[in-house]
Structure formats: C-alpha cells, structure tokens
C-alpha cells in the first residue's frame, strides 16, 4: 500500500505563502493522478488541486491563480504552492496518490497536515 506523508503546513497570516510536499513511498506500481483536498471544522473535504503523470492539472475555482500544484515523478512527490492565502484557506490538508486498474489500482491517502490563516 502507498503511503504519503505531508509536510509544510502551518500558520500563517494573510496574504502570505506556504508550500506543502507529499512524499509517497512502497510504490510498487508508478502513480497515476496526485492531488491536494482540504477539509474544513464542519464542511466535507473537497478537491483543491490534481496533477497527472503527464503534468496535467486541474484546479478549483477557489484556487485559481493563487495555489500551484507540481509533481516530481522521479521522486514521487507532490508540491502544492500557496499564495496570497485567505482566512477561507484555513483547512487541514490531505495528499492523494491513485492509480486505476482492477488489480494494481489504489487510492491513498495522507494523514494531512494543518494550514491556518489568521486574518
């Protein structure tokens, strides 16, 4: 089973930056798609950002133009680049590895890591 660990969160105030790294290790089949989600006290946990293999992302309206996603596949890891953080940002963070496949398939999780954004 893929494991993730996350780092980079903390506290910080607004308008600043952070930048997350998720590094997946027991990758015996290579990783398909990676991503960031977020959960906030009281809300479902949503998606904020995913990277393919290949480099193709995908963002949430909410992140647009401020968070940057990036992957590093010879290292299996994930970055996530934070700017211009709003109060609204503050949010656990979790790490996402997934692969298809009937046999070789997965969908991993990080245990997240906590971003705070004081107004």
């Known amino acids: 089973q893929v494991q993730l660990v996350e780092s980079g969160g903390g506290l910080v105030q607004t308008g600043g930056s952070l930048r997350l790294s998720c590094a997946a290790s027991r990758v015996t089949f290579s990783i398909n798609d990676m991503g960031w989600y977020r959960q906030a006290p009281g809300k479902q946990r949503e998606l904020v950002a995913t990277?393919?293999?290949?480099?193709?992302?995908n963002y949430a309206d909410f992140v647009k133009g401020r968070f940057t996603i990036s992957r590093d596949n010879a290292q299996n890891t994930v970055y996530l680049q934070m700017n211009s953080l709003k109060p609204e940002d503050t949010a656990v963070y979790y790490c996402n590895a997934r692969r298809t496949g009937t046999f070789t398939g997965y969908n991993s999780w990080g245990q997240g890591t906590q971003v705070t954004v004081s107004s």
């Open positions: 990277i393919s293999s290949a480099g193709d992302t």
